[in-house]
Each structure stands twice: as C-alpha cells, then as structure tokens.
C-alpha cells in the first residue's frame, strides 16, 4: 500500500522499499497486488514497469522528473470545482479532503506532465498491469474509484497512465483529469492511504508506506521550546494535519488485523519529518534525495528489530528463489 505525498511522498516509498531490500532482499515488484495512490501511483506503476526500487533512487530513471518541470497553467479561476460534492461530503461527515476537493478550485497546473512521465514507462499501453490498483476520486460525486480491481463504476477502457495522473490531481493544484468524459482527482481526497482495500485479500503481509502520517514517536511531539510563536503555530498546524491521516490509517490497519492478515505501516518519525519538512514541502523538489536517503536507512533499521522480527521473516521468505 503506497499512499500520497507529493514528490516528497514518493521519494519516501522507493526509500522505504529499498531499505527493505537492503535488509531482507525482499523486491517490492514481486508484490501480488499494489494498491497506489497519488505519489504512490506513480511509485506503483514504476514497480510493475520492471524497475527496483533501488534503481529508481537514481537520477533518470523512472517517472520522477530530474529538474525541476515548468507547469503548463491553465487560466486562474476561483469558482468551487464542484460545489454540490463538497456540501454532501459535510452532510455526510466524509474526510476534510473530499470538502477540500469540491470546494478548491480547479488548478492550473496540467497533469499531463504526470501521464507523459508514466507513459513513457510502458511502450504497450493498452494492458493493464497485473495485480496494480490505483485510487482516485469522482469529483462530481466524491466516490472512491479504483481502477484497476474490477471496480465496476470504472471505466473499462482507461489506460494507466492517464489513471495515475488522475491518483495526482491534487484540488487546487493540478486540473481534474477527464477518463471518458468524467472529472477525477486526488485519491488522498478520501484517504491518501486507502489501506483498507487490503482488508480480506488474503495476503500473507500487508506492507503500507505512509508519508503523510506520523509514527508514535513524532505524533507526541508538539514543537521545540526553543522555536518562534509563529514557527511553533505552524509546527502544530503541520502535525494537526499529519495527525489526521495518522489516525485514519489506524482505523484502515484496524480493519485489516480484524480479518487476520498481518500487517506493517512506515511512517515518518521525527528524524524523517526533519528532512521531509512541513505538509507544504510535499511538492519540494530539492527534499527527494536527502528523504530517499533518510527512508531507506530507517526502514533497514527498523525492519532489522525484535520487534518487527515476524515482518522481517515473511519478506525474507518471500525474497528467497521458489
């Protein structure tokens, strides 16, 4: 399960997933289902185009850009991009971000640079790739639709590329992206992890990678004494966000333990929320390779504890030849 998180995000999955290959030879390609959204759509479709994750940490090779890419940016507006769904999703208590991505406007920046960037990853287009499931969100009525399992308000015919960067569509930031006619956005909109469509698929480990949450460690911390007011209030806005999705991921991982499959979730702690920075930095794309960097060696070390010493034997059962 590879959540959201910008370009920040899916630096974090192909450090986490490399450290683990580092310390127990586990490839995340051979997963038999990967379940991506937003950031970890893209992160996905890498894997199931053939490449390590540790080949992806270097520059050029996957979907990730190696500068910085200058947007295309459609005409500036304010009207809600879909107002009707943001006043169901408050009726209805839904989660902030289907609120959010109603009532934002549409974004300027065009997405296409996403699609482009995955389609180049798969000269034959028009197979699906096996065991891939990518989330997004129907911006007129902000249902989860997730392509790629059968879903059957999907539409049969979309091709992936185009469906990752419709998982990205950020409300506000990037323009919904049209899949025969329809209007979708950012699968983070409902949940930047969607952990729990892995409840009852029968796997023997569910590995979630989650950057927007927060572990334990960094989720009772509030902000340093030493730190300004102003930096100290926008220190708790960041972890009042953070601590949002950190607890509905509890509540997706709950849902999975209740049907018997273990699981393991990576979240930022304080070191990685160190060099990941604030929810703003997501898209910051000077952060990748120190984040990378800082993912890999914290999922090698954790993976490597007592603790996680069932989790470490199952990745190493499943790396070892037949």
Known sequence: MLGGGGLVGHAWHLGI????????????????????????AVAGAELRAGLHPVELLRPGVG????????????PRTRRPAALATAGRAVAARAPAGLVLAGLLPRGRRD??????????????????P???????????????????????????????????????AMGGFFRPVAIDGVDYVDGGS???????????????????SSP??????????????GDAPVDRRLHRLHRLHRLVHTRRLARELAEI???????????????????MGGIAASMDFERRVTVAAQARATAARLVGSPALAPVRGVLEAAARPG
């Open 190 to 208: 409902r949940s930047v992890t969607n952990a729990d469509l892995a409840a009852g698929a029968g796997a023997d480990l569910v590995v979630v």
């Open 130 to 168: 096996v065991g891939l499931w990518v989330c997004t969100v129907r911006l007129a009525d902000g249902r989860r639709v997730v392509f790629g399992d059968d879903d059957p308000s999907a539409p049969a015919e979309a091709d992936l590329a185009t469906v990752v960067a419709a998982s990205c």
């Open 63 to 74: 979907a990730a850009p190696v500068t910085v890419p200058r947007p295309i940016l459609h």
């Open 212 to 225: 927007m949450s927060l572990d334990r460690s960094a989720a009772r911390r509030v902000g340093r004494a």
């Open 17 to 40: 997933l490399a450290g683990l290959a580092d310390a127990t030879g586990w490839d995340g390609r051979s997963a038999s289902l990967i379940v991506g959204t937003s950031a970890g």
């Open 111 to 128: 997405p296409g640079l996403i699609s482009d960037a995955v389609a180049r990853l798969f000269p034959s287009p028009g197979r699906w």
């Open 257 to 275: 333990r209740g049907t018997g499959t273990a699981v393991v979730a990576f979240e930022p702690g304080p070191d990685e929320l160190a060099v």
